[in-house]
Every structure is written in C-alpha cells, then in structure tokens.
C-alpha cells in the first residue's frame, strides 16, 4: 500500500470517519478544514492534523483532497480552491462527478453506508463507491478505499444516484420509523429497549430474502380492524396519516406483485 | 420443565414456528387445525401432530391450546370451541386478553417477533410477551415461553397494544421502506445487495443510540437541492408523496426535538 497525504475539507459525520480510519491506515491527515475553526480543531486533535478555516491556505501538496461536506455546500467549496489538486474527490451520493470537472485530477469516495459521528460501525467495513476521470486516478481512489475497507466497487454517476435514492428509503426513512415507534412507546414509558429484537430480525431477514417477501403486519394481511384500531390509538393527525399512508402502499404493493 | 400437550389453532407463520419451537423443545404437539386440511397436514407433518379442520375436534385433553390465526378470526374460531379447554391463549399483539373471558382459563401467548415461515429466526430467541387471567395460567405460559426462550416478559393488554403499534413502525413500514429500495434499484438493474450493509448497519446503529439521534440523510441535514433532485427521479406519483411525506416528518420531529 502506498501512504497517502490527505487533507480533508468538512469535520462532520463522514469527515471524522474517514480521516480517523485513513490515519488508522497508516495515512497522514495534512489537513482538516471546517468553518468554524473549534470544530476543525476537534477532530485534528484526533488525528495528528493541522486545523484550518481557510480554504485557500489547504496544503497544496495534499496527495488527495477529500471533500466531506453537505452537497449544497459542495459548490461554494471548490469555488474556494484556487490552484490544482493532485486529486479531488467528493464523497457525495447525489452529486455527479462533473460537478468537480474543473479539475484536472478529480473523482468520487463515496461511502455507502449511515455514519454518524459518535457511533462506530459495528457491521463490518464501510462499502465504497468509487468513480474518476481517469483510469490513473481511478486506481488511487479505489487502492485508498481498499486500505480502509473490503467492500470497494467500481459506479458510475447515475447508478450511484439511484443507489443513494433507495438508500434514502432503506435507511433514512427506516431509521424514522424507528424514531416514531420509540416515541410512541415513550408516551406510555415503555422502555425502547423491548423493540430492538425485532428491528435487528427484520433488517436480519433481509440479508437472505426479499423484503417483499418479508412483508408481515396488518396491512399485509389487510386486516381493517386493527389497522382502524393502531389509527385511533395515535396520538396526532400527522402520524394518523403516515399510518394510512403507507399502509395503503404496502397493500397496493401487495396486489402489484401478486398478479405478476 | 413440565412437557405440555399443546394443540394449535393455525398453520401460518406464527403458528409454524411455535409448532416447530416447542416440539424442538420436547412438548408434544397432538392438533394443528387449519381450515384447509392441506395446510394443517403439512405443518402436522413436520410435528408429528394430528391434523384437522374441524375446530370441533380438537384434543379436549390438550394443556395449553394455542390460537394462531389473523387478529380478525379469533373471535369466529373461539365461537366454536364447544368445551372448556384446560388453558386456551392466543397469539395477537392487538387483542386484549379480554377477547378470551367466556374461557375459564385463558391468556395471551404474544411472540414480539416478525415471523415468516420460511425463514429462521437468526438474531436470537423471540421475545415472548405473556398476559394471563390467573397467577397460576400466568406461570404456566411463563414456563411454556421459557421452554423455547430466554426473553420472556409479562406484559398487559393495554403496553401489548401499544408495543404492537410501535412494532408496525419499526419493523412492517421499516420492510416496506426496503421493499420500495429493492423496486427502484430492480428498476435500474442494480442487486439489492448493495444495500444489505446499510441496513444492517441502520438496525444496528439504535441498539446502542437513540434513533432520534441516528437520523442521517437529506431530510435531517434539509438539504432541499437533493430532495428534490430524489422527488424528481422517482417513478411514480405515489413514491413521490411518500418521499416528501416522510422527509417532510423527519424534519418536524428534528425540529421538535431540537426545542427540547
């Protein structure tokens, strides 16, 4: 494996897990970049790096520059970045990598998976999605993925913006869910402790069969009932609808690929 | 532990796997019934059981008789019990122990788990939720449950119901959530698997950290650019609504909790 010199422009969720990974790996972290430069300071703390707030003072001698930041900041970013990388990469799902044309040597390192600050990844490595504009570049983005993780693909632009779609729905609003039945049950002081069996079977049972197949509970069964029963037991209009809402997709989804 | 002769009411996917788990266990099984003697047969076979049809007919020397069937049938199947059953339970997390009163003996038997027939449980025992109408039915069923698990709670009617609620959140809409990825990475032919780590991860993520403090994603950053970028790609009106209705609670809640 060849060191890398990174520097890291973001000290959020996926920046201090990347930069606490690649200096695990044996990289040097340059530098860390954040607006504000407390936040800069945190996680070069962690990571034996420099802290900046200034775009223009990154060292320019930064192997790979590795944009962490949230996607509509990306663009007021680069604009900031006024010399030539050796190579830039986002780390965005939803942003093509055009976005970042105007250099030379420029990719995507885009971690697939929910990271959040102050919680490790119990699950094994992160799955990267790697993408560049040349074959050369390609290869140091996909070696530095493989210093930090086993699971590294190859994506385009567009497969990678659908994948961050469906992820949306297969983590973000899932995690949701868990966020509305856990204050469901702290309305009435139940511990959210009871339900964790049950949300690592379900997200278990998918790793080997269709989540279409999978599908159990009143409206998969039609069962009116209860389904009118769960409706009055809610305690706001606003979680009523979402009831019905996707209960009413779970039958319609039934029904679409019961006649296929 | 005293071995129980046990008769089923059902052969769906709770009742399959408690038939399978308590003859494991070394109870005996002496009825599976089923309106379809097909059904009971089959599951009647991988027991060593009796099958029926005919509620009627069931083993009035059963210990425990177990009713497995949809919330909305139970009241239709307990009509036709003839006898007095030495202890009779059913298996619903919305009905109330109540449903059962005419029996002398009664209780509620509550497997807090997603069950599907063909798949295993692989994330441990299935946490068992018990209910009784006497301290003495309440230990037998304690006992029972214990036979095959090792999370076995006592639990009310009314904290099952909402449990069951909770759990329609977190595991059912969650599944569905999956079920909607699967459709729109199947639609770009990318294998579900890609996101088989994410939501594993995601599960795993809340059973150390609250989810409301999981929350990751486009709706809790209110990244509007990529929300709408989302909206735009999604096949279909009905996604769409979903997509915004959902992002659109992420963000209350995160604002509700961040007044807090």
Redesign the interface.
Same mark, same amino acid.
Do not use: W
């Given at each position: 494996m060849k060191y890398q010199n990174i520097s890291i422009i973001g000290s959020g969720?996926v920046a201090t897990h990347l930069a606490l990974k690649l200096k695990n790996a044996g990289h040097k972290i340059l530098d860390i970049y954040s607006r504000k430069i407390i936040n800069a300071e945190k996680l070069a703390n962690k990571v034996a790096s420099n802290a900046i707030n200034d775009i223009s003072k990154i060292n320019t001698e930064s192997d790979i520059i590795l944009i962490c930041v949230?996607?509509?900041a990306i663009s007021e970013i680069t604009n900031q970045i006024n010399f030539e990388p050796k190579l830039i990469a986002h780390t965005a799902g939803?942003i093509s990598i055009k976005e970042l044309a105007r250099f030379n040597n420029h990719g995507v390192f885009y971690p697939?998976?929910?990271?959040?600050k102050?919680?490790e990844?119990?699950?094994?490595?992160?799955?990267f999605c790697i993408e560049a504009n040349s074959s050369e570049n390609e290869t140091t983005l996909l070696n530095l993925a493989k210093s930090i993780s086993d699971?590294v693909?190859l994506l385009a632009s567009d497969?990678r913006?659908?994948?961050? $779609?469906?992820?949306?729905? %297969?983590?973000?609003?899932? *995690? !949701?869910?868990?966020?509305?039945?856990?204050?469901?049950?702290q309305q009435?002081h139940?511990p959210?402790d009871?339900?964790?069996? $049950?949300?690592?079977?379900? %997200?278990?049972?998918?790793? *080997? !069969?269709?989540?279409?197949?999978?599908?159990?509970?009143?409206?998969?069964?039609n069962?009116?009932?209860?389904m009118k029963?769960?409706q009055s037991?809610?305690s706001s209009v606003?979680l009523e609808?979402?009831?019905s809402?996707?209960s009413e997709?779970?039958i319609?989804?039934k029904k679409r690929t019961d006649k296929q």
């Amino acid at each position: 494996m060849k060191y890398q010199n990174i520097s890291i422009i973001g000290s959020g969720n996926v920046a201090t897990h990347l930069a606490l990974k690649l200096k695990n790996a044996g990289h040097k972290i340059l530098d860390i970049y954040s607006r504000k430069i407390i936040n800069a300071e945190k996680l070069a703390n962690k990571v034996a790096s420099n802290a900046i707030n200034d775009i223009s003072k990154i060292n320019t001698e930064s192997d790979i520059i590795l944009i962490c930041v949230s996607d509509k900041a990306i663009s007021e970013i680069t604009n900031q970045i006024n010399f030539e990388p050796k190579l830039i990469a986002h780390t965005a799902g939803s942003i093509s990598i055009k976005e970042l044309a105007r250099f030379n040597n420029h990719g995507v390192f885009y971690p697939f998976q929910t990271l959040t600050k102050n919680s490790e990844i119990t699950t094994g490595d992160i799955p990267f999605c790697i993408e560049a504009n040349s074959s050369e570049n390609e290869t140091t983005l996909l070696n530095l993925a493989k210093s930090i993780s086993d699971r590294v693909m190859l994506l385009a632009s567009d497969q990678r913006k659908t994948c961050h $779609l469906a992820a949306v729905f %297969a983590c973000n609003f899932t *995690n !949701h869910m868990y966020a509305i039945a856990e204050d469901i049950l702290q309305q009435h002081h139940i511990p959210f402790d009871i339900l964790k069996p $049950l949300i690592l079977e379900t %997200a278990q049972k998918v790793q *080997n !069969h269709s989540p279409l197949l999978s599908q159990t509970g009143p409206a998969s069964r039609n069962d009116v009932n209860v389904m009118k029963q769960h409706q009055s037991e809610l305690s706001s209009v606003h979680l009523e609808k979402m009831y019905s809402f996707v209960s009413e997709s779970i039958i319609e989804l039934k029904k679409r690929t019961d006649k296929q």
